[in-house]
């Protein structure tokens, strides 16, 4: 499984951003896909996490404000988020869980700044 996430970007306090992750090679059993991110200094954290069957979880931190999502083939993982704030500003990576295993993608950088 290969996975390339896209979307960051500089945003102001308050802004929107969506990320996207596409995903290509075997992903037919996938059983979860899921946002981390990486702040500098930080340990890389949960953000969002969405299983096969369509149910979500979202860090304390985010809830309200990301909303997680795929379609409906699961080659794209995506991220709405709204309401950014300072402290949203990471590396974030997107992951597919198969059997126990975990891909990760690179990370898309997301900077929240005025």
């Known amino acids: 499984v290969q996975l390339q996430a896209s979307g960051g970007g500089l945003v102001q306090p308050g802004g929107s951003l969506r990320l996207s992750c596409v995903a290509s090679?075997?992903?037919?059993?996938?059983?979860?896909m899921g946002w981390y991110r990486e702040a500098p200094g930080k340990e890389r954290e949960f953000v969002a996490g969405?299983?096969?069957?369509?149910?979500?979880n979202y860090a304390d931190s985010v809830k309200g404000r990301f909303t997680i999502s795929r379609d409906s083939t699961m080659t794209t993982l995506s991220l709405q988020m709204n309401s950014l704030k300072p402290d949203d500003t990471a590396v974030y990576y997107c992951?597919?869980?198969?059997?126990?295993?975990?891909?990760w993608g690179k990370g898309t950088q997301v900077t929240v700044s005025s």
């Open positions: 992951n597919y869980v198969r059997a126990g295993a975990i891909y």
């Open positions: 090679g075997d992903i037919v059993k996938i059983n979860s």
């Open positions: 969405l299983t096969r069957g369509g149910s979500t």
